[in-house]
Protein backbone atom coordinates (compact mmCIF):
# COMPACT_ATOMS: atom_id res chain seq x y z
CA UNK A 1 0.00 0.00 0.00
CA UNK A 2 1.43 3.24 -1.04
CA UNK A 3 1.77 6.32 1.14
CA UNK A 4 -0.95 8.01 -0.37
CA UNK A 5 -3.43 5.53 0.04
CA UNK A 6 -2.37 5.41 4.15
CA UNK A 7 -2.82 8.97 4.57
CA UNK A 8 -6.46 8.77 3.88
CA UNK A 9 -6.82 6.99 7.30
CA UNK A 10 -5.14 10.08 9.52
CA UNK A 11 -7.22 11.45 11.64
CA UNK A 12 -7.58 14.69 13.10
CA UNK A 13 -6.42 13.80 16.75
CA UNK A 14 -3.38 12.00 14.73
CA UNK A 15 -2.91 15.96 13.51
CA UNK A 16 -3.19 18.20 16.79
CA UNK A 17 -0.52 16.01 18.11
CA UNK A 18 1.78 16.42 15.46
CA UNK A 19 1.93 20.36 15.84
CA UNK A 20 1.48 20.34 19.61
CA UNK A 21 5.19 18.31 19.27
CA UNK A 22 6.49 20.50 16.65
CA UNK A 23 4.96 23.60 19.04
CA UNK A 24 6.67 21.96 21.90
CA UNK A 25 9.56 19.97 20.62
CA UNK A 26 9.27 17.87 23.99
CA UNK A 27 7.10 14.87 24.40
CA UNK A 28 6.23 15.50 27.96
CA UNK A 29 5.34 18.87 27.81
CA UNK A 30 3.29 18.17 23.89
CA UNK A 31 1.47 15.02 26.20
CA UNK A 32 0.64 17.28 28.85
CA UNK A 33 -0.71 19.91 26.88
CA UNK A 34 -2.94 17.18 24.93
CA UNK A 35 -4.00 15.53 28.09
CA UNK A 36 -2.20 12.27 27.50
CA UNK A 37 0.42 10.48 28.85
CA UNK A 38 4.19 10.41 26.76
CA UNK A 39 3.90 6.58 25.37
CA UNK A 40 0.71 6.92 23.50
CA UNK A 41 1.75 10.55 21.79
CA UNK A 42 5.29 8.65 20.88
CA UNK A 43 3.55 6.13 19.62
CA UNK A 44 1.17 8.31 17.42
CA UNK A 45 3.60 10.22 16.23
CA UNK A 46 5.47 7.13 14.73
CA UNK A 47 2.20 6.18 13.33
CA UNK A 48 1.79 9.18 11.72
CA UNK A 49 5.11 9.02 10.25
CA UNK A 50 4.69 5.47 9.00
CA UNK A 51 0.92 6.63 7.20
CA UNK A 52 2.99 9.08 5.90
CA UNK A 53 6.24 7.58 4.65
CA UNK A 54 8.15 10.04 6.18
CA UNK A 55 10.17 11.39 9.18
CA UNK A 56 8.76 14.27 10.88
CA UNK A 57 11.43 14.41 13.57
CA UNK A 58 14.82 14.07 14.51
CA UNK A 59 14.94 12.73 17.99
CA UNK A 60 17.85 12.01 20.53
CA UNK A 61 17.60 11.56 24.22
CA UNK A 62 17.95 14.92 25.45
CA UNK A 63 16.19 16.93 22.26
CA UNK A 64 13.59 16.69 19.65
CA UNK A 65 13.54 18.80 16.19
CA UNK A 66 11.44 18.90 13.29
CA UNK A 67 12.65 17.80 10.08
CA UNK A 68 12.07 19.98 7.23
CA UNK A 69 9.44 17.77 5.92
CA UNK A 70 7.56 18.53 9.62
CA UNK A 71 8.14 22.26 8.72
CA UNK A 72 6.97 22.17 5.96
CA UNK A 73 3.33 20.26 7.00
CA UNK A 74 3.23 22.56 10.24
CA UNK A 75 1.42 25.73 8.34
CA UNK A 76 -0.85 23.14 6.38
CA UNK A 77 -1.20 21.10 9.14
CA UNK A 78 -2.79 24.11 11.50
CA UNK A 79 -5.07 25.85 8.13
CA UNK A 80 -6.34 21.89 8.21
CA UNK A 81 -7.16 22.12 12.17
CA UNK A 82 -8.36 25.70 11.75
CA UNK A 83 -10.89 24.69 8.95
CA UNK A 84 -11.94 21.72 10.90
CA UNK A 85 -12.80 24.15 13.82
CA UNK A 86 -15.22 26.12 11.85
CA UNK A 87 -16.64 23.78 10.42
CA UNK A 88 -19.64 23.06 13.09
CA UNK A 89 -20.53 26.84 13.12
CA UNK A 90 -19.88 27.10 9.04
CA UNK A 91 -22.83 23.77 9.21
CA UNK A 92 -25.07 26.05 11.59
CA UNK A 93 -24.79 29.05 9.11
CA UNK A 94 -25.56 26.71 6.27
CA UNK A 95 -28.43 25.34 8.35
CA UNK A 96 -29.96 28.70 9.44
CA UNK A 97 -29.46 30.01 5.25
CA UNK A 98 -26.50 32.30 6.70
CA UNK A 99 -23.80 30.64 4.13
CA UNK A 100 -24.33 29.07 0.78
CA UNK A 101 -25.49 29.93 -2.84
CA UNK A 102 -28.55 30.69 -4.29
CA UNK A 103 -29.10 30.80 -7.95
CA UNK A 104 -31.37 33.61 -9.22
CA UNK A 105 -32.82 33.87 -13.10
CA UNK A 106 -34.55 37.07 -14.58
CA UNK A 107 -35.65 38.75 -17.46
CA UNK A 108 -33.88 41.30 -19.01
CA UNK A 109 -35.96 43.83 -17.97
CA UNK A 110 -35.68 43.53 -14.36
CA UNK A 111 -32.07 43.99 -15.18
CA UNK A 112 -32.37 47.70 -15.80
CA UNK A 113 -33.01 49.14 -12.05
CA UNK A 114 -34.60 46.26 -9.51
CA UNK A 115 -31.77 43.55 -9.74
CA UNK A 116 -29.01 45.62 -9.18
CA UNK A 117 -30.36 47.55 -6.13
CA UNK A 118 -31.67 44.39 -4.83
CA UNK A 119 -28.41 42.55 -5.22
CA UNK A 120 -26.54 45.56 -3.04
CA UNK A 121 -29.50 45.31 -0.54
CA UNK A 122 -29.72 41.61 -0.32
CA UNK A 123 -26.11 41.24 0.19
CA UNK A 124 -25.65 43.82 2.76
CA UNK A 125 -28.08 41.70 4.63
CA UNK A 126 -26.65 38.46 4.33
CA UNK A 127 -22.89 38.58 2.87
CA UNK A 128 -22.04 34.90 3.09
CA UNK A 129 -25.02 34.10 0.46
CA UNK A 130 -23.75 34.27 -2.78
CA UNK A 131 -25.79 35.39 -5.69
CA UNK A 132 -25.52 33.18 -8.98
CA UNK A 133 -27.50 35.57 -11.55
CA UNK A 134 -28.71 33.70 -14.49
CA UNK A 135 -30.25 36.03 -17.73
CA UNK A 136 -32.99 33.82 -19.06
CA UNK A 137 -36.15 34.55 -20.83
CA UNK A 138 -39.14 33.40 -19.18
CA UNK A 139 -39.53 30.20 -21.10
CA UNK A 140 -36.17 29.09 -20.34
CA UNK A 141 -36.56 30.16 -16.68
CA UNK A 142 -39.78 27.56 -15.86
CA UNK A 143 -37.27 24.79 -17.59
CA UNK A 144 -34.53 25.79 -15.20
CA UNK A 145 -36.84 25.83 -12.14
CA UNK A 146 -38.42 22.32 -12.95
CA UNK A 147 -34.86 21.01 -13.43
CA UNK A 148 -34.30 22.10 -10.52
CA UNK A 149 -31.24 24.24 -12.08
CA UNK A 150 -32.19 27.76 -10.48
CA UNK A 151 -33.72 28.31 -7.17
CA UNK A 152 -35.99 31.35 -8.43
CA UNK A 153 -36.95 33.18 -11.07
CA UNK A 154 -37.98 37.10 -11.95
CA UNK A 155 -40.46 36.68 -14.88
CA UNK A 156 -42.54 38.88 -16.68
CA UNK A 157 -46.09 38.84 -17.66
CA UNK A 158 -49.66 39.96 -18.45
CA UNK A 159 -52.01 40.36 -15.02
CA UNK A 160 -53.61 37.57 -13.97
CA UNK A 161 -51.10 35.13 -15.35
CA UNK A 162 -49.61 32.36 -12.78
CA UNK A 163 -47.26 29.71 -13.34
CA UNK A 164 -48.52 26.46 -13.05
CA UNK A 165 -46.56 24.97 -10.06
CA UNK A 166 -45.20 27.34 -9.12
CA UNK A 167 -45.47 30.09 -6.59
CA UNK A 168 -45.12 33.52 -7.45
CA UNK A 169 -45.02 36.94 -5.73
CA UNK A 170 -45.79 40.28 -7.78
CA UNK A 171 -43.02 42.57 -7.65
CA UNK A 172 -43.73 45.20 -9.62
CA UNK A 173 -46.36 46.40 -11.95
CA UNK A 174 -45.90 48.67 -15.32
CA UNK A 175 -47.84 50.08 -18.18
CA UNK A 176 -46.91 49.44 -21.80
CA UNK A 177 -45.02 52.07 -23.68
CA UNK A 178 -44.57 52.50 -27.34
CA UNK A 179 -41.03 52.40 -29.24
CA UNK A 180 -40.83 54.22 -32.07
CA UNK A 181 -37.96 54.42 -34.36
CA UNK A 182 -36.46 58.26 -33.89
CA UNK A 183 -37.67 59.69 -37.56
CA UNK A 184 -40.77 58.34 -37.48
CA UNK A 185 -43.70 60.65 -37.69
CA UNK A 186 -45.51 59.63 -35.03
CA UNK A 187 -42.53 59.73 -32.81
CA UNK A 188 -43.08 63.50 -32.89
CA UNK A 189 -45.86 63.48 -30.53
CA UNK A 190 -45.89 63.14 -26.97
CA UNK A 191 -48.82 60.71 -26.95
CA UNK A 192 -49.50 59.12 -30.08
CA UNK A 193 -53.04 57.85 -30.52
CA UNK A 194 -53.87 53.93 -30.14
CA UNK A 195 -55.53 53.98 -33.83
CA UNK A 196 -52.51 55.46 -35.43
CA UNK A 197 -50.25 52.65 -34.01
CA UNK A 198 -51.95 49.65 -34.88
CA UNK A 199 -51.07 49.50 -38.67
CA UNK A 200 -47.15 50.12 -38.45
CA UNK A 201 -45.07 47.06 -38.44
CA UNK A 202 -44.14 45.49 -35.31
CA UNK A 203 -41.34 43.71 -33.57
CA UNK A 204 -42.39 41.49 -31.36
CA UNK A 205 -41.02 38.77 -28.98
CA UNK A 206 -41.82 34.64 -30.35
CA UNK A 207 -45.60 33.75 -28.23
CA UNK A 208 -43.25 30.93 -27.16
CA UNK A 209 -41.15 33.32 -24.68
CA UNK A 210 -43.90 35.84 -22.73
CA UNK A 211 -47.16 34.03 -24.21
CA UNK A 212 -49.48 35.74 -21.84
CA UNK A 213 -47.64 39.22 -22.62
CA UNK A 214 -47.84 38.12 -26.31
CA UNK A 215 -51.50 37.25 -26.24
CA UNK A 216 -52.18 40.75 -24.91
CA UNK A 217 -50.08 42.46 -27.63
CA UNK A 218 -52.39 40.63 -30.20
CA UNK A 219 -55.55 41.45 -28.25
CA UNK A 220 -54.90 45.20 -28.58
CA UNK A 221 -54.89 44.82 -32.02
CA UNK A 222 -57.79 42.31 -32.31
CA UNK A 223 -60.22 44.56 -30.31
CA UNK A 224 -59.79 47.36 -32.62
CA UNK A 225 -60.62 45.04 -35.70
CA UNK A 226 -56.75 44.64 -36.89
CA UNK A 227 -53.92 41.96 -37.51
CA UNK A 228 -50.74 42.95 -36.61
CA UNK A 229 -48.64 43.28 -39.41
CA UNK A 230 -45.42 41.42 -37.32
CA UNK A 231 -42.32 42.49 -39.78
CA UNK A 232 -39.53 40.67 -36.93
CA UNK A 233 -39.10 38.80 -33.86
CA UNK A 234 -36.94 38.86 -31.38
CA UNK A 235 -35.98 37.12 -27.85
CA UNK A 236 -33.91 39.73 -25.51
CA UNK A 237 -35.57 43.35 -24.71
CA UNK A 238 -32.69 45.12 -26.22
CA UNK A 239 -32.55 43.40 -29.36
CA UNK A 240 -36.28 44.78 -29.33
CA UNK A 241 -35.19 47.63 -29.43
CA UNK A 242 -32.14 47.95 -31.52
CA UNK A 243 -34.09 46.77 -34.59
CA UNK A 244 -36.83 49.36 -34.08
CA UNK A 245 -34.24 51.89 -33.95
CA UNK A 246 -33.02 50.13 -37.24
CA UNK A 247 -36.57 51.48 -38.43
CA UNK A 248 -37.81 47.73 -38.97
CA UNK A 249 -41.26 48.41 -37.04
CA UNK A 250 -42.65 50.02 -33.46
CA UNK A 251 -42.57 47.70 -30.24
CA UNK A 252 -44.85 47.68 -27.25
CA UNK A 253 -41.94 47.35 -24.16
CA UNK A 254 -42.90 47.61 -20.57
CA UNK A 255 -42.15 51.59 -19.21
CA UNK A 256 -39.09 49.97 -17.38
CA UNK A 257 -37.53 49.31 -20.79
CA UNK A 258 -37.49 53.51 -20.94
CA UNK A 259 -34.14 53.03 -19.26
CA UNK A 260 -32.51 51.71 -22.11
CA UNK A 261 -31.50 54.71 -24.17
CA UNK A 262 -29.68 54.26 -27.67
CA UNK A 263 -29.89 56.58 -30.74
CA UNK A 264 -32.23 56.33 -33.12
CA UNK A 265 -35.19 55.34 -30.85
CA UNK A 266 -37.86 57.20 -28.18
CA UNK A 267 -40.19 56.09 -26.26
CA UNK A 268 -44.43 57.10 -26.05
CA UNK A 269 -46.99 57.03 -23.58
CA UNK A 270 -49.85 56.01 -26.00
CA UNK A 271 -53.15 58.22 -25.87
CA UNK A 272 -55.90 55.45 -25.59
CA UNK A 273 -59.60 55.39 -27.00
CA UNK A 274 -61.92 57.04 -23.53
CA UNK A 275 -62.56 54.46 -21.15
CA UNK A 276 -59.84 51.82 -22.28
CA UNK A 277 -57.95 50.85 -19.69
CA UNK A 278 -53.94 51.06 -20.21
CA UNK A 279 -52.26 47.26 -20.74
CA UNK A 280 -49.78 46.57 -17.99
CA UNK A 281 -47.40 43.60 -17.48
CA UNK A 282 -46.05 42.44 -14.15
CA UNK A 283 -43.12 41.19 -12.76
CA UNK A 284 -43.13 38.47 -10.36
CA UNK A 285 -40.89 36.45 -8.45
CA UNK A 286 -41.69 32.31 -8.92
CA UNK A 287 -40.42 29.34 -7.32
CA UNK A 288 -41.36 26.13 -6.55
CA UNK A 289 -42.65 25.47 -3.40
CA UNK A 290 -41.08 22.01 -2.84
CA UNK A 291 -37.41 23.17 -2.56
CA UNK A 292 -37.32 26.37 -0.62
CA UNK A 293 -34.21 26.42 0.93
CA UNK A 294 -33.08 28.48 4.02
CA UNK A 295 -30.93 30.72 1.91
CA UNK A 296 -34.58 31.29 -0.31
CA UNK A 297 -36.13 32.11 2.19
CA UNK A 298 -34.17 35.24 3.43
CA UNK A 299 -34.41 35.96 -0.37
CA UNK A 300 -38.32 35.67 -0.13
CA UNK A 301 -38.92 37.52 3.07
CA UNK A 302 -36.14 40.23 1.83
CA UNK A 303 -38.41 40.19 -1.80
CA UNK A 304 -41.91 41.01 -0.06
CA UNK A 305 -40.27 43.54 2.52
CA UNK A 306 -38.93 45.60 -0.73
CA UNK A 307 -42.12 44.70 -2.23
CA UNK A 308 -43.99 46.40 0.85
CA UNK A 309 -41.67 49.57 1.24
CA UNK A 310 -42.65 50.39 -2.65
CA UNK A 311 -38.68 49.71 -3.55
CA UNK A 312 -39.94 48.46 -7.64
CA UNK A 313 -40.37 51.09 -9.63
CA UNK A 314 -40.89 51.91 -13.00
CA UNK A 315 -39.19 54.16 -15.84
CA UNK A 316 -37.56 57.01 -15.34
CA UNK A 317 -39.38 58.44 -18.15
CA UNK A 318 -42.59 60.04 -18.25
CA UNK A 319 -46.07 57.83 -16.44
CA UNK A 320 -48.31 56.98 -19.51
CA UNK A 321 -51.59 57.39 -18.09
Not at 136 to 164: N, R, W, Y
Not at 269 to 285: D, I, K, M, N, Q
Request: aromatic share 6%; glycine share 6%; charged share 20%.
Amino acid sequence: MNGSSRSLRIELRQWRQFVALAEELHFGRAALRLHMTQPPLTQAIAGLEVALGVRLFDRTRRSVQITPAGAALLPEVRELLSRAQALPELARAAAAGELGRLRLAFVSTVGFDLLPRWVRAFREQWPQVALELIEATGDVQLDLLAKAEVDAGFVLHSPGFAAAGLTQMRIASEPLVVALPEHHPLAKLDRPALKDLLSEPLVIFPRRILPSLHDAVFALYNAAGQVPRVAQEAIQMQTIVNLVSAELGLAWVPQSVWQFQRPGIVYRPVEWPRGRAVPACETSLVWRPDSVSPALMHFLNFAREQAVTGLPRGSQGPKAQ
